[in-house]
């Protein structure tokens, strides 16, 4: 075999079965590696391909022969809404790991960067969510004890591994996200800068353009881990990897995070772009063996062969890069914790509506339900704050209601109930119920709620009902306190 270039040439006579695999098993790494960016339409859509309706149906173009040969029941049309046409979220971390740092002495890296890379197979759009790594939330305990710590969401990889929570610091970082957005996360990929580096050494680098001059920017070699100060001058600059790395990790300027995430977004978009100039979509088997142990994932290699395909579907045109702070930081307050920590916290409301604006959930929309929250806890304002808290997630702030406080233990607000029938005590269980087809926004409630989908209920003998879904509050439900982050000292 000869190697030209980083590319290792393929044997003649063809593959091995096992480098077939080996070949797919790099798809998920490259593409991933670049999905970093939020222009990851050409990484993203290579995780979750064209091979069952219940991956990524709604592509319609044709199936390679030899993919045909190997699937002969591939259904490119599945029906609405079979499982195939939900969305797929795919939480991607960027880690800062570097080579001569010891682990068992350092312990495990926090993430760096953190996107939520969305893709909805029917409209064959992509979304990339980049979350601040600043962002302070109220996460359950790692240490799967009934309580909640607040924290940067960005040590959440860090404090699964630490505590060792089931599934290790990618599981536990996908609990963080799920948790506090309620975005359900599919798979998710670890890619550390290093290795990143080692992909744009291997394009011969990338094309950014400079808005200004950055002095005293730390660069560091991923071979040896040397690390320096070094300048970058402003202009379109074709930049290394050494130096594309420092463009992309570096934050001390007045930006401070929200430049990095947009520089980050500048680095990844670029290495999409030369990576699709090079040719690399197709020549992922030679590019394997060089970079085989630089991305953790869950992705199963089965899911893989329409990569090329997809990647040529969906246009770079049609993708969405969303920052959760906004536009102009409007979805974030800097603030300093009572144990002196400079964190970003969360206007819900506003971040809520970016969320919104970015992923949808289709069939929360085609049934149409509001919502109607009904306060039977006998603590007054409870319904307002529960009210407030879904208006975060997928709904509409617009169907949700409230009916005002209805007695302790009695069932139900006055023209919901029919006749006589007793509910369970709704001082004491919270509980859901719901008219006609909204079956799907009841149950999507209730986890929003962290209740049991036995909680959640159709009732046909309502009549008269406000709304087609109606939460009727318990004491024991329990949404975040995390408004109290909006009190700290302003930073």
């Given at each position: ?7 290792v ?27 970093l ?36 029941h ?23 790991r ?13 993430a ?48 699964g ?11 536990f ?8 957005f ?14 990143f ?21 730390e660069?560091f ?40 995430i ?37 992705f ?40 002196g ?29 509001t ?19 879904l ?19 009695t069932?139900?607000?006055t ?35 962290g ?11 309502f ?11 318990g ?17």
């Amino acid at each position: 075999m000869a190697i030209e270039d980083g590319l290792v040439d393929e044997p003649s006579g063809g593959a091995p079965i096992t480098r077939r695999r080996s070949a797919r098993r790099f798809s998920v790494f490259l593409l991933l590696l670049i999905a970093l960016a939020a222009g990851g339409i050409y990484t993203a859509t290579a995780v979750v391909v064209h091979v069952d309706n219940v991956v990524l149906p709604g592509v319609d173009v044709p199936v390679p022969r030899t993919l045909a040969n190997l699937l002969p029941h591939l259904d490119p049309s599945p029906a609405p809404g079979s499982p195939g046409t939900k969305r797929i979220n795919i939480l991607v971390l960027g880690v800062d790991r570097r080579p001569h740092h010891d682990p068992k002495v350092d312990g495990p890296p926090n993430a760096d960067s953190i996107h939520i890379i969305s893709l909805d197979p029917v409209t064959k759009t992509a979304s990339a969510l980049a979350l601040p790594r600043d962002l302070y939330v109220e996460v359950p305990s790692p240490e799967r004890k009934p309580d909640f710590w607040e924290i940067r969401i960005n040590t959440a990889f860090k404090l699964g591994e630490e505590y060792k929570y089931p599934g290790g610091g990618p599981a536990f970082a996908k609990r963080a996200v799920e948790y506090n957005f309620h975005i359900p996360i599919d798979y998710y990929a670890v890619v550390d800068w290093v290795a990143f580096a080692d992909v744009i050494e291997a394009m011969g680098g990338v094309w950014i353009n400079v808005p200004e001059v950055m002095k005293n920017v730390e660069g560091f070699n991923p071979h040896d881990g040397n690390s320096f100060k070094i300048t970058i001058a402003p202009g379109w600059q074709y930049m290394d990897a050494i130096t594309a790395l420092a463009y992309a990790r570096f934050r001390d300027d007045d930006e401070n995070d929200f430049g990095r995430i947009r520089r980050q977004q500048e680095v990844m978009r670029s290495a999409a772009d030369e990576a699709l100039r090079h040719g690399w979509l197709a020549q992922a088997p030679k590019l394997y063996d060089r970079f085989r142990g630089a991305v953790n994932t869950d992705f199963s290699a089965a899911r893989l062969p329409g990569v090329v395909v997809l990647a040529k579907t969906i246009g770079v045109e049609n993708i969405k890069t969303v920052s959760l702070a906004g536009e102009n930081r409007e979805a974030v307050k800097p603030v300093i914790t009572p144990w002196g920590e400079d964190v970003l916290v969360p206007h819900w409301d506003v971040m809520g509506k970016i969320v919104r604006g970015s992923i949808d959930d289709r069939t929360l929309t085609s049934e149409g339900a509001t919502v109607m929250v009904v306060n039977a806890t006998g603590q007054r304002g409870q319904d307002e704050r529960v009210a407030a808290y879904l208006r975060r997630f997928l709904l509409p702030p617009e169907w949700i209601t409230v009916s005002g406080t209805v007695p302790t233990g009695t069932a139900t607000a006055t023209g919901v109930r029919a006749g006589n029938a007793a509910l369970p005590p709704a001082s004491l269980t919270t509980s859901i119920t719901y008219t006609g087809d909204a079956a799907h926004t009841a149950n999507r409630v209730a986890e929003w709620l962290g209740l049991p989908q036995g909680r959640v209920a159709q009732s046909d003998s309502f009549v008269g009902a406000p709304a087609a879904v109606t939460v009727t509050l318990g004491t024991d439900v329990r949404i975040p306190d995390d408004e109290r982050f909006l009190r700290y000292r302003t930073r």
